[in-house]
């Protein structure tokens, strides 16, 4: 049950990650119930899928819910698929750093890694961690300049490798150390994902200008 609640809120907070990345405010109370819908029932197909296919998980939360974001916020489709699986990546990444401090009160407690609370915690955390990322000044103006042809392609190699280190630290055939290298390089590539988002932001205003 925590982990259908994991995925429901990492799917719904990729939704808004990708609203404040093409910076889109104001939605109706429509679009915005059909959004938790939406992120409810691929959140049950993803649970029901994890279990055979771990890594097609992020496959269908991309293309499923980047098709539905799309279609609620009038984007080309390939424009909404780029942005949503940016917005994964950051979502995934940002969740990576909010789960440290949870994982040290886990050590230090001996409480369950699956604890209700715990997870809502973790959950809590990685909101304020994002709501904290674009509140920053230069944030807020989202990333725009994907609407450029070819400008999306560094940041999807980096939110590539984001899932795809975050997808494979659960693997119990790999050692601590090689889990740690996995924790380690999702950070990285976090910082590396921001740096990448300025140089995006500094060349579009250049290009306005």
């Given at each position: 049950m925590t982990q259908l609640i994991n995925?429901?809120?990492?799917?719904f907070l990729s939704f808004y990650v990708y609203l404040k990345i093409f910076k889109i405010t104001g939605k109706s109370g429509k679009q915005i119930v059909l959004g938790i819908i939406s992120a409810a029932a691929l959140s049950v197909l993803v649970y029901f899928l994890y279990s055979y296919v771990p890594?097609?998980?992020f496959v269908f939360m991309i293309v499923l819910a980047g098709i539905v974001a799309g279609l609620l916020t009038r984007?080309?489709?390939?424009?909404?698929?780029?942005g949503f699986a940016l917005a994964l990546g950051i979502t995934?990444?940002?969740?990576m750093i909010a789960t440290l401090p949870v994982y040290?009160?886990?050590w230090l407690l001996s409480l369950n890694e699956y604890?209700?609370?715990?997870?809502l915690f973790t959950q809590l955390l990685q909101f304020a961690l994002i709501y904290g990322l674009f509140s920053i000044r230069r944030m807020r103006k989202g990333m725009l300049f994907l609407k450029d042809r070819g400008a999306g392609a560094v940041g999807l190699v980096i939110s590539a490798i984001i899932l795809w280190t975050i997808g494979m630290i659960p693997d119990q055939s790999i050692s601590h150390e090689v889990r740690l290298i996995f924790v380690i390089s999702?950070?990285?590539?976090v910082v590396g994902i921001i740096i990448w988002w300025r140089k995006g932001l500094t060349k579009l205003y250049k290009k306005t200008v």
């Amino acid at each position: 049950m925590t982990q259908l609640i994991n995925w429901f809120f990492i799917i719904f907070l990729s939704f808004y990650v990708y609203l404040k990345i093409f910076k889109i405010t104001g939605k109706s109370g429509k679009q915005i119930v059909l959004g938790i819908i939406s992120a409810a029932a691929l959140s049950v197909l993803v649970y029901f899928l994890y279990s055979y296919v771990p890594f097609i998980r992020f496959v269908f939360m991309i293309v499923l819910a980047g098709i539905v974001a799309g279609l609620l916020t009038r984007i080309k489709i390939d424009l909404a698929l780029t942005g949503f699986a940016l917005a994964l990546g950051i979502t995934y990444g940002f969740g990576m750093i909010a789960t440290l401090p949870v994982y040290a009160i886990l050590w230090l407690l001996s409480l369950n890694e699956y604890d209700i609370i715990l997870v809502l915690f973790t959950q809590l955390l990685q909101f304020a961690l994002i709501y904290g990322l674009f509140s920053i000044r230069r944030m807020r103006k989202g990333m725009l300049f994907l609407k450029d042809r070819g400008a999306g392609a560094v940041g999807l190699v980096i939110s590539a490798i984001i899932l795809w280190t975050i997808g494979m630290i659960p693997d119990q055939s790999i050692s601590h150390e090689v889990r740690l290298i996995f924790v380690i390089s999702a950070l990285v590539s976090v910082v590396g994902i921001i740096i990448w988002w300025r140089k995006g932001l500094t060349k579009l205003y250049k290009k306005t200008v």
